[in-house]
């Protein structure tokens, strides 16, 4: 996706440097004993943790195998997890394999199905902890879209039925309410499973209840105002509610840059990241936070920046924005290492302490199939392919489809008219407008998911004598009807 209004910048890393697979050393002489006894100990482990492979592909890696099997691939572990509760006695090695086999079973599936693929291959080692710390449906996990949740309904008792995804009488492509008690909320957008959530959460209270609740939401989702408005609103009701945000690096976030994604995260930020959910130490700071606050006045302002900015310097990440609008933030944290994974979340699934959290967790889309990893374009949503080669059954259309002619003509007309100009909402591909971005890269503009900021941006562009084409998805203009009026 190109970068846009909405995207994040800036040095968000400035807190650690690296080169290649050195351990991270910091730079902030106040942190240096802490990084320093963080060497001694975990220095050893934390190299054998970054030469470990993971998912499918290191499972046929470690026979010399790259193939993949046309036919259902054998999943033992898998065959006895019917619903969560199944996976509640399993070992963290257990989890690993449950991981991998899932994978395996998603590819297959897709493979006959078409579908969503990338984006639920680079949540399956989340999935799987998430539901093995919380107790669905009971907690209430949301999902932002929906499109990542295959490996979700195949653990919640309809793995039965993935054969008959997106088709009519079948499993429907996003979470539906109507279709399983574990989908605590139905969406076929982004960007709202905060605002569900937080709802949920403060329902909870008003009733006396003590469940969790957890929305799940990519950091293409946090493109749109709908996540802003709803984290400004539960950093002031300050119920508690956990917010993941699975950063696949598809915009610029807080692990992107100008010049494209940083490396993945690294060992050491994931230790750091295991230390910062630390219950002793949240709790500790709950404390520190009640006693300013009873003393009032600049002290309490002065303990809260001393806490927020030193939290920056050890994780090096761009936490600031998150904490401004009252989310605790937790992270960097590695989305495919299990053990972090699961040790985090029960930290923060445990801790006797109000408000709300953000865990973010960075994966990779596509992860262990690696047709998906080289290309995520190609491979976010497919049609049937070959499980062995990637190869997609795609057919072969005599015309060109409406989309290119129309992006053509507008190519054809913006080559006599400099003042015309295109926005699109993190659609280029379904538009047409990356042809026109290829063309001219200046004209084109990615406002992100954001329709009603790209339309009232359009009509801003007008204002100063440009001609701006806005084109939008109609299922997806609802949320710009008040704009375009």
């Given at each position: ?45 934390l190299k054998q943790v970054k030469k470990r ?348 489809s409406y989309t290119t002619y129309f992006a ?78």
């Amino acid at each position: 996706m190109a970068l846009c209004a909405s995207s994040f910048s800036g040095a968000h890393l400035a807190g650690r440097v690296g080169v290649g697979g050195d351990l991270l050393r910091p730079v902030y002489s106040p942190t240096q004993k802490l990084w320093s006894i963080m060497d001694l100990q975990h220095h050893a482990k934390l190299k054998q943790v970054k030469k470990r492979a993971s998912g499918v592909r290191a499972a046929l890696a470690e026979r010399g195998e790259y193939e993949y099997p046309s036919e259902r691939p054998p999943t033992p572990l898998l065959d006895t997890i019917n619903y969560p509760i199944h996976m509640k006695n399993l070992s963290i090695k257990e989890l690993k394999q449950l991981s991998d086999e899932l994978r395996s079973d998603v590819i297959f599936h897709v493979s006959r199905t078409g579908g969503h693929l990338g984006s639920s291959l680079g949540v399956v080692e989340l999935t799987v902890a998430l539901h093995y710390v919380f107790n669905t449906p009971q907690d209430r996990i949301l999902w932002d879209v929906g499109h990542q949740t295959y490996p979700h309904k195949i653990l919640t008792g309809r793995r039965s039925k993935m054969g008959t995804i997106r088709q009519t009488n079948g499993l429907a492509g996003f979470t539906k309410r109507a279709e399983s008690e574990y989908d605590a909320f139905g969406a076929g957008h982004s960007s709202n499973s905060i605002s569900a959530g937080l709802g949920m959460a403060v329902g909870r209270d008003l009733k006396g209840k003590k469940n969790h609740v957890v929305a799940v939401i990519g950091d293409g989702a946090m493109t749109a105002g709908q996540a802003y408005e709803a984290m400004n609103n539960a950093g002031y009701l300050d119920s508690d509610m956990i917010v993941i945000l699975n950063d696949n690096r598809q915009v610029s976030l807080p692990t992107a840059t100008l010049d494209g994604p940083t490396p993945p995260v690294g060992a050491l930020s994931s230790a750091l990241s295991r230390l910062q959910s630390n219950r002793p130490l949240r709790e500790l700071r709950e404390v520190a936070k009640g006693v300013t606050k009873q003393i009032g006045g600049p002290m309490h302002e002065i303990a809260a920046k001393v806490d927020e900015y030193a939290r920056g310097l050890i994780s090096g990440s761009g936490s600031t924005l998150f904490e401004e609008l009252g989310l605790y933030y937790i992270g960097p944290v590695d989305g495919h290492n299990m053990d972090d994974l699961v040790a985090i979340l029960k930290e923060v699934k445990t801790t006797k302490t109000t408000g709300p959290v953000l865990i973010h967790v960075v994966t990779e889309k596509g992860r262990g199939y690696p047709y998906a990893e080289k290309a995520a374009d190609k491979y976010h949503g497919v049609t049937k392919f070959d499980p062995a080669t990637g190869k997609q059954f795609k057919s072969r259309s005599t015309t060109q489809s409406y989309t290119t002619y129309f992006a053509e003509a507008l190519i054809a007309e913006a080559e006599v008219d400099k003042d015309i100009v295109a926005i699109h909402a993190a659609m280029g591909g379904g538009t047409g407008l990356n042809l026109f971005q290829r063309r001219f890269p200046a004209r084109c503009f990615d406002v992100g998911i954001a329709e009603q900021h790209g339309v009232t941006f359009a009509a801003g562009l007008a204002c100063e004598g440009l001609k701006p084409f806005c084109a939008i998805y109609s299922s997806f203009m609802q949320r710009a009807y008040d704009q375009a009026s």
